[in-house]
Structures are given as structure tokens and as C-alpha cells.
């Protein structure tokens, strides 16, 4: 049984695809097997939210009267630095920019910084942002100055542009050392007394399709509540790990590049986020539809919680000394259970990714599918596979010599 593209597009245009949430899959495939499942299911959709550091945005502000050139000069949004090196307007904000002004050390722990993910929520939900530029002016730009308040719906272009989202599989977090440490993976509990985890587990877009069978470049996605793309595979892209029998990766592994327009996303979909003690960042919903083409591709959409593990990481050494010994691996049914085992200790896990929110997404854009609102796209590149050689390196430092 095979099934084209081009075949389910035609059904959701008649308004008689079927399409269910991976949730969904999991029990239909159950009660129906893999194979009536395969024949009856069109779409599985997916979804995840969750901090994503490598995101950003970039825009168009127009020219002002007189012109001005921010390349070259300093720009802020809400005080928020904004990289201007491109030409006279166009600029790009990322999420973990922080003001010039702001603590950014373990000094300050109590402080709940804000950032360019708040930025991004702001412009998203239609607020004004303060936008401050200086330039060092020339013939055709003679400007220096520039204090004005800017809206999206006045920018010219506004771009979601996210190097590394959507990350298939990652480390759970502990921490060995006697004193509570600050990270990206949220505050950990010293003598393992807490593990923090970030997976949509069983509903996350590359657990789904583990092995780059029908995600790839050009694929069209849910991205903050609008519609995105998938542009090329995400920084960080490393598909040769080990894997379990079912493909299902074992630590962390693909992906996802994407890029959408801004003025169709949601302040519900794009989170300016905090993190005690560490930074800012952006939390970031993805809905990636799965095309049931056949039984292999239903088949790994039917992957379950209890058959994803993750490698237990010690944040406190092995992490930050880039040596990645894990203390043993556990499954994300362990983890969602709220209590997994390490080194016989019991220990209360805590997720930085919502899966109430990533089902609302695979919901939505399960809606939007049977509505007819939006169609699938066949891949214009596939994405490297696991016996393609692509790896990610580590920084290979070399000294500067005097």
C-alpha cells in the first residue's frame, strides 16, 4: 500500500482526509494494526512547544525622512540590542539578546531578565516597541539619529527565522555537586534532587518521522500559530547516534531550520521566556504534518513514551567540561510519570516543554488539515540521513600564538 502527496492533498481539497494527532495514532494502531491503520489514516500531525534558544526574527523598517543607515551604527528595540550589519533597514533581533545593562551572572539569581524572546512576543501580540538607532551618516544617509516607535503591522516584512528548533530527542538534567546550579535546563536541585527534561516525547515532529522519511526542506509546517517552512536542517544536526531498533534516536540528534511570517503568528505560539539565573530565550510552537505514504511511515508515528530514552547528563561537570558521560538513560514515560531513578535515588523530574500545549498544536493543525486550510508540500531536499556522515563537530580551540 502506497500512497503520493498529491493523492492526499486531493483528499483534503474534498474535505475526506483523515487525519489524527500522534497521540491518536498510538491507539488506533492498536485496535485496527499497523497495516488497516496505514490504508485508512492519511496525516498524523505532530506538535511541540518549548524553549528554543536559536530563534530570532529579522525585518524591514522602511526609510525614514531623512534616510538613515543602520548598518554600520547601534540599534535597540525596548533596549534590547538588535543587530543592524545588513544594509540601511533591515535588522535582526535574536532571542537571547539581553539589554547592555542587564546582570547575566549567577550574582543576581533572583532576577527574571528580559530579552529579544520578549521582544519578539511583543511585536507578535501587536504592541509598540521602542526602536533607538545611531549611525555614523553619510552622503545618501545623513542621518544619525533615530528614536521612533514601530508596530508590525507597519513593517515591511517581518520573519520568524529560527536556526535550530525542534530538537529530536535531548538530555535529562541533574546535577551531583553540593550547590543548586543555573541552566538552561532550568534550576537543578544539588546531590540530585531534581532532573529537568524539554521533549514533546511521543508528539514531537522528529520522533514521528525519526529517520527523515517525509520531513525535509520546503516541508510546510504550523510555526508560532501561523504557517512556516522548514529551510534547511537546523544548526547542531547530528543524525548518526545511536538508535533503537525503531529508529527513535537516543540522545540528541536532527534538527529543524524554519522560517514563517511574523504578522500571521500568535503571542500565544512565540513566549518570551526566563530563566533564572541563566538568560532569556523563546518558546516556540512547531506542528509538522506526517503523510502516511505508507506502513513503514505509520509505523514510526506509532512510537510511544514508554519506547523513547533519553541520557541522564550531570550539569554540574560533565556537561560544561563537554564530556558527555551519561549517568544512565530513562524513558520519557519515567519522566512524565514525575519520578525517575538515578544512581538508586529517587528524584522528581520537572519538563521545560508543555504537552498540553504541543497536543493543542497537533489539534490545530489537525483542524486546519480537515478544514482544507492547508495542504502538504513534498520535500524540495531531504534532510541528511543517519549513514550520510553529517555530524556535529565540537570546537576544535586553538590558541592564538603571541
Keep these: 500500500m502506497t500512497k503520493t502527496i498529491q493523492e492526499i492533498n486531493e483528499k483534503i481539497k474534498q474535505g475526506q482526509a483523515v487525519v489524527v494527532t500522534a497521540a491518536e495514532i498510538i491507539e488506533i494502531a492498536k485496535q485496527e494494526g499497523v497495516k488497516k491503520a496505514a490504508e485508512r489514516v492519511d496525516v498524523v500531525t505532530t506538535g511541540t512547544f518549548g524553549p528554543m534558544c536559536s530563534s530570532g526574527a529579522y525585518f524591514n523598517i522602511g526609510h525614514a525622512k531623512p534616510r538613515i543607515k543602520l548598518g554600520g551604527g547601534r540599534s535597540y528595540l525596548n533596549d534590547v540590542p538588535a543587530y543592524a550589519a545588513f544594509a540601511a533597514v533591515d535588522l535582526f533581533i535574536g532571542a537571547n539578546a539581553l539589554p547592555d545593562d542587564d546582570p547575566r551572572n549567577r550574582n543576581h539569581p ?17 504592541h509598540d516597541v521602542r526602536l533607538e538607532a545611531s549611525a555614523y551618516g553619510t552622503d545618501c544617509y545623513p542621518r544619525k539619529k533615530l528614536e521612533t516607535w514601530i508596530n508590525i503591522k507597519d513593517l515591511n516584512e517581518a520573519v520568524l527565522f529560527n536556526m535550530r528548533n525542534s530538537y529530536q530527542n535531548y538530555n535529562v538534567a541533574v546535577n551531583t555537586s553540593d550547590k543548586t546550579i543555573y541552566t538552561y535546563m532550568g534550576a537543578l536541585k544539588p546531590r540530585l534532587g531534581s532532573a529537568g527534561y524539554s521533549s514533546a516525547g511521543q508528539l514531537s515532529p522528529l520522533m514521528n518521522d525519526p529517520c527523515y522519511k517525509t520531513i525535509g526542506i520546503g516541508t510546510r509546517i504550523f510555526l508560532g500559530g501561523g504557517i512556516g517552512y522548514v529551510a534547511w536542517p537546523g544548526t547542531q544536526f547530528n543524525p548518526g547516534v545511536p538508535r533503537a531498533e525503531n529508529g527513535t534516536p537516543k540522545e540528541g540528534a536532527g534538527t529543524l531550520c524554519v522560517i514563517g511570517d511574523l504578522k500571521q503568528m500568535s503571542p500565544r505560539y512565540l513566549v518570551g521566556t526566563s530563566m533564572l539565573g541563566y538568560g532569556v530565550s523563546l518558546a516556540v510552537g512547531i506542528g509538522v504534518p506526517i503523510p502516511i505514504l505508507n506502513e513503514e511511515i505509520l509505523r514510526y508515528t ?51 516543554s508543555s504537552y498540553p500545549r504541543a497536543l493543542e498544536i497537533a489539534n490545530t493543525l489537525k483542524e486546519w488539515i480537515q478544514n482544507g486550510k492547508f495542504l502538504l508540500t513534498e520535500q524540495v531536499a531531504a534532510l541528511p540521513a543517519a549513514e550520510s556522515g553529517v555530524v556535529f563537530r565540537p570546537l576544535n580551540e586553538r590558541p592564538f600564538k603571541e
Aim: glycine fraction near 12%; proline fraction near 6%.
Design 110 to 126: 533572583g532576577d527574571f531578565n528580559y530579552g529579544g524572546g520578549h521582544v519578539i512576543e511583543e511585536l507578535v501580540a501587536g
Design 302 to 352: 506509532t512510537v510511544t513514551d514508554a519506547e523513547i530514552m533519553a541520557p541522564v547528563i550531570d550539569y554540574s561537570t560533565s556537561y560544561p567540561n563537554r564530556i558527555p558521560e551519561a549517568l544512565g538513560e530513562v524513558s520519557y514515560a519515567e519522566l512524565r510519570s514525575g519520578k525517575i531513578k538515578v544512581q538508586g535515588k529517587s528524584l522528581p523530574t520537572a519538563s521545560l
